[in-house]
C-alpha cells in the first residue's frame, strides 16, 4: 500500500514557475513507477510526465516537454514536477500516481490504468 500526498500548487502567473511535490509513504517507494497527471474542468485526466523506479528514464506529454521536469529522491520518497514557461492552458488540477515496476514501465508510462496508487490532487492556476 502506498499513500501519497501533492503539495506545491497555487496560483502565478503566465511564464512563472511551480515546483509540485508528492511523498510517499511505505519503505518501497524506490520500487515503483511514478507519474505526474493533469485534469482541467471539463476534460479527461492527462498524462504530464512519468519516472521510472531508478530514476534512469523519464517520459514527457508533447504539450510540456522542454518546459516540465520530472525527477525523484528515492531516500525522501518524494518525486517533482518542476515546472517552467506556465502557460495558462496548464490550469488543471495535477496528481501523482505510483505503479509497482513491472507496470507504468516507459511504454505505458501515459496510460493512467497502469497506476495503482493516486493522490488526491493539488491545484495549478496559471493568470494571463
Keep these: 500500500q ?19 511535490s508528492c ?9 515503483y513507477n511514478m507519474g505526474w497527471f493533469r485534469q482541467a474542468p471539463g476534460k479527461e ?7 521510472v523506479w531508478s530514476g534512469i528514464s523519464t517520459s514527457y506529454a508533447d ?3 522542454g518546459r516540465f521536469t520530472i525527477s525523484r529522491d528515492n531516500v ?4 517533482y514536477l518542476q515546472m517552467n514557461s506556465l502557460k495558462p492552458e496548464d490550469t488543471a488540477v495535477y496528481y501523482c500516481a505510483a505503479a509497482p515496476r513491472f507496470k507504468a514501465t516507459i511504454a505505458a508510462m501515459s496510460r493512467a490504468d497502469e497506476y495503482d496508487y493516486w493522490g488526491q490532487g493539488t491545484q495549478v492556476t496559471v493568470s494571463s
Design 2 to 20: 502506498v499513500q501519497l500526498v501533492e503539495s506545491g500548487g497555487g496560483l502565478v502567473q503566465a511564464g512563472g514557475s511551480l515546483r509540485l
Design 23 to 31: 511523498a510517499a509513504s511505505g519503505r518501497t517507494f524506490s520500487t
Design 45 to 51: 485526466r492527462e498524462f504530464v510526465a512519468g519516472i
Design 63 to 65: 504539450s510540456v516537454k
Design 76 to 79: 525522501k520518497a518524494t518525486v
